[in-house]
Nanobody
Framework: QVQLVESGGGVVQAGGSLRLSCAASGRALSGNAMGWFRQAPGKEREFVAAIMWRGDNVEYADSVKGRFTVSRDNTKNTMNLQMNSLKPEDTAVYYC?????????????????WGQGTQVTVSS
């Protein structure tokens, strides 16, 4: 079984930055893809970013391209999301997710493991 724990959320003004981290325990996810999703109140959970095991293949939602950067450290079983130039519309609960497969995916149901989420609030 895999446990994922997010950290680093908080409140920031528009234009500011935050760095989210996801720590995996229980079973290493090295070799498998991981991703970040977010869910705003009253909206469906949506894809933010995904990264393959070696970190040499990443994918981003159009809404965050150029502002967010996903990375992972397989020696520490961690994944990070650097978020710059934050906007009020980035406000959401952010979730870390892990797959049982090596390929990237942007869909929620492709991910078997989920963290509990961390709140990110961007004030205008």
């Amino acid at each position: 079984q895999v446990q994922l724990v997010e950290s680093g959320g908080g409140v920031v003004q528009a234009g500011g930055s935050l760095r989210l981290s996801c720590a995996a325990s229980g079973r290493a996810l090295s070799g498998n893809a991981m991703g970040w999703f977010r869910q705003a109140p009253g909206k469906e959970r949506e894809f933010v970013a995904a990264i393959m095991w070696r970190g040499d293949n990443v994918e981003y939602a159009d809404s965050v391209k150029g502002r967010f950067t996903v990375s992972r450290d397989n020696t520490k079983n961690t994944m990070n999301l650097q978020m710059n130039s934050l906007k009020p519309e980035d406000t959401a609960v952010y979730y870390c997710a892990g797959r049982n497969f090596i390929g990237l995916s942007t869909t929620v149901r492709a991910y078997a493991y989920w963290g509990q989420g961390t709140q990110v609030t961007v004030s205008s």
